[in-house]
């Protein structure tokens, strides 16, 4: 267990539809960064959070987004989804100012 | 923004060989350099990393050299194993206050 929790593991849904992901930083950690992993296209950077405000963003669709909470959790909203939108989402966490990145274990998004 | 090229894309080596995986990011001012291991299924984890002021720092079999002149990286692993199956990404970042840019992967295949 590396600390970072995601929920769910896995998500099937319909084309059109809207889902959120959830993911738990390591306790201290203040920054959540977001990644896609498509088969081809690695680990593609979405948003980091920092102790509640956006720090940084990366190739997020406008149909996604995100926000970190009061209580560090972050969720990431992803609406009219295409079946493109198939992927590894994965949460990290770091404490700023240090180095390397924690990951959670990912959630699997399927769109059917 | 920062952009990280690895190579190659797919490796696979007899066990006990060494194998060698190549990195070059685009950012001079990037000083951290990380390498994730990811096997089937699981999250990326952090098996080993490099700051701009050392040229190389080795952990057992695994072992990671730096030009930044080049701006180039590798990661080394000598006596490979089944085990070492997985794939394996460099990444790059400005500061421990920055996102990590990720390369797209290599597939390592350890044969026995």
């Not at chain 1, 992901?21 to 948003?47: E, N």
């Not at chain 2, 952009?3 to 060698?20: C, R």
């Not at chain 2, 990671?64 to 590798?74: E, G, I, M, P, R």
């Amino acid at each position: 267990d590396s600390g970072v929790t995601q929920t769910p593991k896995h998500l099937i849904t319909a084309t059109g539809q809207r889902v959120t992901l959830r993911c738990s930083p390591r306790s201290g950690d203040l920054s959540v960064y977001w990644y896609q992993q498509s088969l081809d296209q690695g680990l593609q950077f979405l948003i980091q959070y920092y102790n509640g405000e956006e720090r940084a963003k990366g190739n997020i669709l406008e149909r996604f987004s995100a926000q970190q909470f009061p209580d560090l959790h972050s969720e990431l909203n992803l609406s009219s989804l295409e079946l493109g939108d198939s992927a590894l989402y994965f949460c990290a966490s770091s404490v700023e100012g240090v180095f390397g990145y924690t990951f959670g274990s990912g959630t699997r998004l399927t769109v059917v | 923004g920062e952009n990280v090229e690895q190579h190659p894309s797919t490796l696979s080596v007899q066990e006990g060989d060494s194998a060698v995986i190549k990195c070059t990011y685009s950012d001079s001012a990037s000083n951290y350099f990380p390498w994730y291991k990811q096997e089937l299924g699981k999250r990326p984890q952090l098996i080993i990393d490099i700051r701009s002021n050392v040229g190389e720092k080795k952990d057992q079999r695994i072992a990671v050299t730096l030009n930044k002149t080049a701006k180039h990286f590798s990661l080394h692993i000598t006596e490979t194993q089944p085990e070492d199956s997985a794939v394996y990404f460099c990444a790059a970042s400005i500061s421990g206050y920055s996102t990590l840019t990720f390369g797209k992967g290599t597939m390592l295949l350890v044969s026995p």
